[in-house]
Nanobody, 122 residues
Framework: QVQLVESGGGLVQAGGSLRLSCAASGRTFSSYAMGWFRQAPGKEREFVASIRSGGSTNYADSVKGRFTISRDNGKSTAYLQMNSLKPEDTAVYYC????????????????WGQGTQVTVSS
């Protein structure tokens, strides 16, 4: 069993930055793909970014060039650096982990964190 705990959310002005962290328990972190998803009020959860065990990354078009996903296997932690934040980035952000060949899809992830709120004011 793997537990994921997100942190780093908060309130920031448009144009600002935040770094989200996702700390994982268990020894299998390095073998998992890790993903970040978000859900805004009244909307479905959507893909933000993912990183495979080998380090390759994928991003949603809406965040390309602004967000960077990374991982530190020694610390069993994944990160999401968010720069140039916009009000439309406001959402609850979730990290997820799993052995998936399609890390941009929710379907392949079996472990989910509880979510952390990100609010961007205009």
């Amino acid at each position: 069993q793997v537990q994921l705990v997100e942190s780093g959310g908060g309130l920031v002005q448009a144009g600002g930055s935040l770094r989200l962290s996702c700390a994982a328990s268990g020894r299998t972190f390095s073998s998992y793909a890790m993903g970040w998803f978000r859900q805004a009020p009244g909307k479905e959860r959507e893909f933000v970014a993912s990183i495979r065990s080998g380090g390759s990354t994928n991003y949603a078009d809406s965040v390309k060039g602004r967000f960077t996903i990374s991982r530190d296997n020694g610390k069993s932690t994944a990160y999401l650096q968010m720069n140039s934040l916009k009000p439309e980035d406001t959402a609850v952000y979730y990290c997820a982990g799993g052995l998936t060949l399609a890390p941009w899809s929710e379907m392949g992830y079996i472990y989910w964190g509880q979510g952390t709120q990100v609010t961007v004011s205009s």
